[in-house]
Nanobody, 127 residues
């Protein structure tokens, strides 16, 4: 069973920034797209952002475009989600996930397309 360890959540005021981290094995990091999802209380888990296995392509939910940036550090097998201009509606548990398909040509946003999941990290944005 592959492990994804996500961290970096916390409490921040509206307008502030946070960076989430997700570390996994080299096997996963080198060949599978990585994504971030979030789930607010009483809501479905939703796609936030994803990065292709090569690091060359990204995909963002409309709600975070221009505010969130997904990046990676190959030396650390870590994917980051830099969240800027945070809003109270960004409050949720954030989960990193690894794509289920080896070296998929496109970056997907469907929940069912991801196989391995982190344990989640809470992000709370106060108004």
């Amino acid at each position: 069973q592959e492990q994804l360890v996500d961290s970096g959540g916390g409490l921040v005021q509206a307008g502030g920034s946070l960076t989430l981290s997700c570390t996994t094995s080299g096997r996963i990091f080198s060949s599978y797209a990585m994504g971030w999802f979030r789930q607010a209380p009483g809501k479905e888990r939703e796609f936030v952002a994803a990065l292709s296995w090569s690091g060359g392509h990204t995909n963002y939910a409309d709600s975070v475009k221009g505010r969130f940036i997904i990046t990676r550090d190959s030396a650390k097998n870590t994917v980051y989600l830099r969240m800027n201009s945070l809003k109270p509606e960004d409050t949720a548990v954030y989960y990193c996930a690894a794509d289920s398909s080896y070296r998929r040509a496109r970056v997907v946003a469907g929940l069912g397309e991801y196989r391995y999941w982190g344990q989640g990290t809470q992000v709370t944005v106060s108004s």
